[in-house]
């Protein structure tokens, strides 16, 4: 009988089963094949073309190539900057949410939340408008105070991302970390008032470290959304070509290899060398944080 439930119980998870071969272990090996070829032209590129085994060849150029190693540096330094400033907002949005009754928390959770609701390329249309200096309202409303910016220039257009991705990602990290906050035991508040501690000391020495691990979750959730941002840059671009280029992240780079260029084998190459990148980083935000906590 507990054999015949098991069995019954495992039976729940064959559709996650099949979706996780077919729609992640296949593709995933399908790129590691066709990232180990390269496609030669025969003659002076007027006959067919054949794939020749190249073995790490394109793994080599990846890692020379000057645009795309730019683009991953630029995406890293940006996350350093933008992914601790999103998490500290959520951060402090969750516990203004978990101060509140709970009927009040309700209302103001499902406020916060609707941005995290609206799809990224939506998104992204309302505030390249908003930002727009022709019909946007920032512009003239920069100018009452005296500020004249221009969010499509170079030095503004990754604070201009930056904004777009913070509003639109601190309602997911807010229910995460809220959620950790609904675990913390209710006595220790108690305890810690009759201490005479105060909402900010209880704030940063009970609930802070008791969500320290929904922090790091959020965290790494992030630099893996980060690494791979390209809706929000592409069509910057076509706002602004002169400023956001076609190697601006990594994402873009592969894009562009493989639908512009037509060498689908390099971009193959690339999209596994940015799932290693993204799994090393992972890793190490896992250990530093993990290190820290001890």
């Known amino acids: 009988m507990i054999r015949s439930q098991r069995w019954k119980g495992a039976a729940f998870t064959v559709p996650f089963q099949l979706g996780f071969v077919f729609l992640y272990l296949i593709p995933i090996g399908y790129a590691v094949h066709q990232s180990l070829y390269r496609e030669h032209q025969s003659g002076l590129g007027l006959g067919g073309s054949t794939e020749e085994f190249s073995g790490l060849a394109n793994y080599r150029q990846g890692l020379t190539d000057s645009a795309f190693v730019s683009a991953v540096l630029r995406v890293l330094l940006f996350a350093c900057i933008q992914i601790p400033v999103m998490l500290l907002v959520s951060l402090v949005l969750a516990l203004f949410l978990d101060a509140l009754s709970s009927r009040m928390a309700g209302r103001f959770r499902i406020l916060l939340l609707m941005p995290y609701m609206i799809p990224g390329v939506v998104a992204a249309i309302v505030w390249i408008n908003l930002y727009s200096p022709e019909v946007g309202p920032l512009t003239p409303l920069g100018k009452l105070f005296g500020l004249t910016w221009n969010f499509f220039a170079p030095s503004m257009v990754w604070p201009a991302i930056g904004n777009l991705l913070t509003w639109h990602g601190?309602?997911?990290?807010?229910?995460?970390?809220?959620?950790?906050?609904?675990?913390?035991?209710?006595?220790?508040?108690?305890?810690?008032?009759?201490?005479?501690?105060?909402?900010?000391?209880?704030?940063?020495?009970?609930?802070?470290?008791?969500?320290?691990?929904?922090?790091?979750?959020?965290?790494?959730?992030?630099?893996?959304?980060?690494?791979?941002?390209?809706?929000?840059?592409?069509?910057?671009?076509?706002?602004?070509?002169?400023?956001?280029?076609?190697?601006?992240?990594?994402?873009?780079?592969?894009?562009?290899?493989?639908?512009?260029?037509?060498?689908?084998?390099?971009?193959?190459?690339?999209?596994?060398?940015?799932?290693?990148?993204?799994?090393?980083?992972?890793?190490l935000f896992y250990r530093l944080t993990a290190r820290e906590a001890d």
């Open 170 to 283: 601190i309602g997911y990290n807010m229910v995460i970390i809220y959620s950790a906050l609904q675990g913390v035991p209710r006595e220790l508040f108690e305890a810690a008032r009759l201490d005479g501690a105060s909402e900010r000391r209880i704030a940063l020495s009970i609930k802070v470290p008791y969500v320290r691990g929904a922090l790091v979750l959020t965290g790494m959730l992030s630099i893996i959304q980060m690494l791979q941002i390209f809706n929000e840059p592409a069509l910057f671009r076509n706002v602004t070509p002169q400023t956001v280029g076609d190697s601006f992240t990594p994402i873009m780079v592969i894009y562009n290899q493989a639908f512009n260029a037509g060498n689908y084998h390099y971009a193959a190459a690339l999209s596994v060398l940015l799932a290693l990148i993204l799994g090393v980083a992972s890793f």
